[in-house]
């Protein structure tokens, strides 16, 4: 037994937490018998004093083991997930999963909501008409075996004591932690039952590292935990400044990614899916050469054999598959589209992610507060994108929206932009950095 103030009092004066002691913390943190103001102290003595990799590794396997650690060993595929830091317009799940498992490795893939500026996987697939996230572990296991993907929401019996860290963080000033951001991904993902994990490290002005160097942080200290579990973390550090693609909101992020799983779609849409879906096949060891893992991705994209996947997954999760085929008639739309216009001419130079991001919550692509819920038919489509030259009177972007937050969002939108009459040096590719 141990006395969670004198586990407090240790992290506050930078000591090392043994194993025992951080396991007894995490339980009373699961079982609720250590209270919020007892948790809270923890938090902020770990968000001051960091933590040891072996704090951290013992740490996120206290959360992880805090509820169910699903079992797919029956599964003989090689089964690997993607997870990302959270970015605007990044729908990359939606092509990749499809993508990754005709190529015959399994995607069991638990994904979240949107949070704050970022979008969620769960609420890009709802506004399929009919899709459900909410899937028991049994349906979720048949599905990971049957169709070799399944996307699901978090279930109550996953990592119970992130739930509880995650909401005392949010309103303590501890989210911004590398330790507990890293645990709190790591102790969801490794309930996932899978052999390895890629990771999407973003970084820049739509993203929540900011610089190259707290996003080699994150990488880093996700791999520690990932090592000490016996699963393989890749991460690939990508570029996350301007929106991905041109569509942000949910119903326009399933069309563009649509288009991708066609084998189209805007490039850098297309280069994520492709880079990622390539290390997700290499962690899984079913290629060992990068370039040919990428060029079995883009096969899969354009001979119709990731659209065929993500047709038959839709139908599993009771939405409606005609929208692979057409998804203009059976996704939903706003009532109303609206350009902004440039108002001068010049080279865009820069568009900020996490202004547009914001300009979508306004329009309700995205939840201000926790229980608001989504319009999946609004967002933005950007038309004028960084490098391009546009005239005085251009549009810069459609907005397409309901009866909520255009004046907000127009103003972000319009502050967004940075137009100069400079050239611009666009660079050619997002990905920045891949830790194996
Ligand atoms: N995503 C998570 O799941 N947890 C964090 O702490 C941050 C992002």
Redesign the pocket.
Known sequence: MFLPQAIIRQKRNGETLSAEELRFFVEGVTTQSIPDYQVSAMLMAIYFQGMSDAELANWADAMLHSGEVLDLSSIDRPKVDKHS??GVGDKISLPLAPAVAACGVAVPMVS?RG?GHTGGTLDKLESIPGFSVNLDVAQFTKLVDTLGLCLIGQTAEIAPADKRL?AL?DVTAT?ESVP??AS??MS?KLAEGIDALVLDCKVGHGA?MKTMDEARELASAIQVIGKAAGKPVTAVITDMNAPIGTMIGNALEVAESIAVLHGGGPSDTRELTVVLGGEMLLAAGVETDEAAARVRIENVLDNGAAAQCFSKLIEAQGGDPRVVDSPDTILPKAANKTDILATKSGTVQFVAGRDMGVAGLWLGAGRRAAADSIDPSVGIEVRANVGDSVSAGDVLVTVHHNDQGLSEATKLIESAYTISPDANEVATSRILEVLR
């Open positions: 830091t959270g979240g949070l995650y963080r989210v507990l951001i709190s991904i969801k929540f």
